[in-house]
Structures are given as structure tokens and as C-alpha cells.
């Protein structure tokens, strides 16, 4: 039994307006078509199959481009449909060269996706799965975001698509491409709305239109463990673990999560996602914390714990941000770390941060546009007051 969260307020079935066939599975696009008299149901498979080529091989979002259906026809879908993309507020370019977007899906409904260069085979673009989080990880400034609702599948799909234009990628590259993998670990925890990922990865995965394997997608987890061997049976994608901590007691505080869902349930979860070998490691993330959790002791003990499961360890310097309690580990620190757990067996990549400059690093979305603009509704309401 699932455990996605009914998080709909303010969702976009509820609008007004013509239905977005952007970012429908196959099914959903091939029904909508069926159903909305824009085209002969007997040629609705073959309209959907049209519609999934140019939207999603050529990133068009004009029925007018559409140069293999008829004008008529072509018409009649405008008249009934949409193909827009969400509004982007905001975009900022790191001097690294990551980029960040924050993205208004409807009014009050932003989220921000982060494109990373120079990650697995070229690029990674982190995606969000909710519009804040209802973790509460004590070293996240994205976790003292309220939680407002699950994202849509389409509203997923939409962040890869955005990306795309602005990457200028294309119609979908066969071949050399700058986005090649994708992350959940963005906004949310994505295994609290893990139908609407699962969507959102068969169509991003369609070898006929985004084309990104789902061995190159990435679902991150705090540890949601009844939904962790079902994210493997519906994904197929690679899985990641927000882990932090080898023991109870410190993982209760970073991430209280762990108090529903202990370490011992979380291994025994992870041993059992469908797959798992030396070829389809699980990632465990551990975020490196001052006098916290990066001892050499701590690492002996990570080694300890993860004994008998293929991994690897990404270590991730703390990333920063205005009153939090914590403070990245020396670099000296985070390199004997790392050299207990290589010569255990292990891949520890140590991350480089990316993105500081423009908040875009990881636990730091969306806190400095939600900074900025509650510092404009507040002089909007002195002005008001005035």
C-alpha cells in the first residue's frame, strides 16, 4: 500500500482552462484525445503518437509546427488543448556554470530546478518533487520550507523540458548531450509522491521523445522504507540514500524521519530494492558536519554498517545558509573521511559544491527566493500602509 501524500491544494486539475498535453504519459495523452472530439477516437494512438514526437523529440509548444497533421485538424487541438510551459521567474547562471530556475507552476505554486554541468556522463538537472518539504532535516534550509502539495507529474516532466530549451537541446540529442542524467533531490522527498515520479520518469525515459535512460535517473529518498522496493519496481531508476548518520541517535536529530523508519528497517529496505548488484549500486549521500558526524570513528562505523551492499558514498561538504546551527567539516577532515572509507572498498567521491553563489547548492533551494520575496510583499505592505 502506497503512502503519497494527498497534498492537491491549488493543484492545476482544478483550474479553468484548456488541458496541458505537455507533460501526459502516453495513456493519459492518447485519452484526453479520445475524449475531447479533437480528433477521430479510431485515430487517437496515432494522433498521441504524433503529438508525443513533436512535444517531446522537438520540444515544440505550438500545434501550428505540427507539419505532419492537417491544418484542420491541427486547429481543432488548439482549440481544445494547450502545450504552454510553466512560467519561469526567475533564472541564474553560477560562475561554475550550474543554473537554477525557479518556476511558477500556478499562483503560489514555485519550486526551482538546478542544472549541474560536469555530473555523470555530462550534465545532471535536480528536479523537485513537492513545492517545499515536510522533512525537517535539521542541516536543510530547503526543509524549513513549508510543505504546500506534491508536484504533478507534468509539472516534473516540465522541469526537464525548461532545462532543454534553455540548454538548447533540441530536438532530443542521439548522441552528445549536455543534460544526460537526472536527480530527485530537489524540493521534497520524492518517495511521498512517488506515483506522480513514477509518471514522470516513463516519460522522461521514452526513447521516442526525452530519451534519458532510466539508468542515468536518480530517485534520493530520507528513507521512506515501505516505499523503497516499489520505487524499484515502478522506476527502474538508480536509488540514492539521504543517510547523514551511522547510529539511531544522531540520524533522529538530522533527519526525523529516522524516528519512524530506523536505520536497521532502512538496510533491510535497501537490500531488497529490485536490481540492486555491483552494477546498480545504491548511492548513500552523507553531508559532512563540523565535530558532527565526521570523525574517523564515524567513518569505521559507516563502513561497518554498509558491509554486504554494493555502494558508494558521496560525501557533500556542508552548503551554508543564514541561522543554521552547523558548519562544513575541514577540507583536511573530510579527506581522511573519505581515505577510511576508499580503503574499505569503497567509491567515496567527495562532491565539489556547485551553484553556492546563487543558493542553487544542495539544501539550499528556494531560500533565497522565498527571502527576497517576502522582502518585497513587506515593502509592497509599508507602501500600502503609507
Known amino acids: 500500500m502506497g503512502v503519497t501524500l494527498d497534498l492537491t491544494r491549488a493543484a492545476p ?23 475531447s472530439g479533437a480528433c477521430d477516437p479510431a485515430k487517437a494512438r496515432m494522433r498521441a503518437a504524433q503529438i508525443w514526437r513533436w512535444v517531446h523529440n522537438f520540444g ?9 497533421i492537417a491544418k484542420a485538424d491541427r486547429q481543432s487541438l488548439e482549440a481544445c488543448f494547450t502545450l504552454t510551459r510553466p512560467e519561469v521567474v526567475e533564472r541564474q547562471i553560477s560562475k561554475d556554470g550550474s543554473r537554477k530556475w525557479l518556476i511558477r507552476f500556478a499562483p503560489g505554486i514555485e519550486a526551482e530546478t538546478v542544472f549541474i554541468p560536469g555530473v555523470g556522463r555530462a550534465g545532471a538537472l535536480c528536479v523537485s518533487s513537492q513545492v517545499g518539504c515536510t522533512l525537517n532535516c535539521t542541516f536543510c534550509h530547503t526543509g524549513t520550507q513549508p510543505l504546500v502539495r506534491n508536484l504533478t507529474a507534468a509539472e516534473i516532466v516540465a522541469q526537464v523540458q525548461i532545462a532543454r530549451d534553455d540548454l538548447g537541446e533540441w530536438p532530443s540529442p542521439q548522441g552528445e548531450r549536455q543534460l544526460s542524467n537526472i536527480v530527485f533531490m530537489g524540493m521534497g522527498e520524492p518517495l511521498y509522491n512517488l506515483d506522480n515520479v513514477a509518471s514522470a520518469i516513463d516519460v522522461i525515459s521514452d526513447n521516442e521523445g526525452l530519451a534519458i535512460s532510466r539508468r542515468r535517473i536518480t530517485v534520493s529518498t530520507s528513507g521512506v522504507v515501505p516505499e523503497i522496493p516499489r520505487t524499484g519496481e515502478l522506476t527502474q531508476a538508480m536509488l540514492a540514500i539521504s543517510l547523514h548518520a551511522t547510529n539511531d541517535a544522531l540520524r533522529d536529530e538530522l533527519v526525523p524521519l529516522n524516528k519512524r523508519y530506523p536505520i536497521e528497517q532502512l538496510l533491510e529496505a535497501i537490500k531488497a530494492y529490485p536490481g540492486l548488484s555491483n552494477a546498480r549500486r545504491v548511492t548513500f549521500e552523507y553531508v559532512m558536519l563540523k565535530g558532527v558526524n565526521d570523525s574517523p570513528a564515524e567513518a569505521k562505523a559507516l563502513v561497518r554498517l554498509l558491509k554486504g551492499i554494493p555502494a558508494k558514498i558521496n560525501l557533500i561538504p556542508f552548503n551554508p545558509w543564514p541561522g543554521s546551527a552547523y558548519a562544513c567539516s575541514d577540507w583536511s577532515t573530510i579527506e581522511k573521511f573519505a581515505e577510511v572509507i576508499n580503503r574499505a572498498g569503497y567509491a567515496s567521491p567527495i562532491r565539489t559544491p556547485r551553484g553556492r553563489d546563487i543558493l542553487a547548492a544542495c539544501g539550499q533551494l528556494k531560500s533565497e527566493s522565498e527571502k527576497t520575496r517576502a522582502s518585497v510583499l513587506r ?5 500600502d500602509a503609507a
Open 60 to 68: 515544440i509548444t505550438d500545434f501550428s509546427a505540427m507539419s505532419d
Open 13 to 35: 486539475e482544478a483550474e479553468k482552462g484548456p488541458v496541458n498535453l505537455a507533460g501526459l504519459t502516453r495513456e493519459q495523452l492518447k485519452a484526453q484525445l479520445a475524449q
Open 379 to 383: 515593502r509592497q505592505s509599508a507602501d
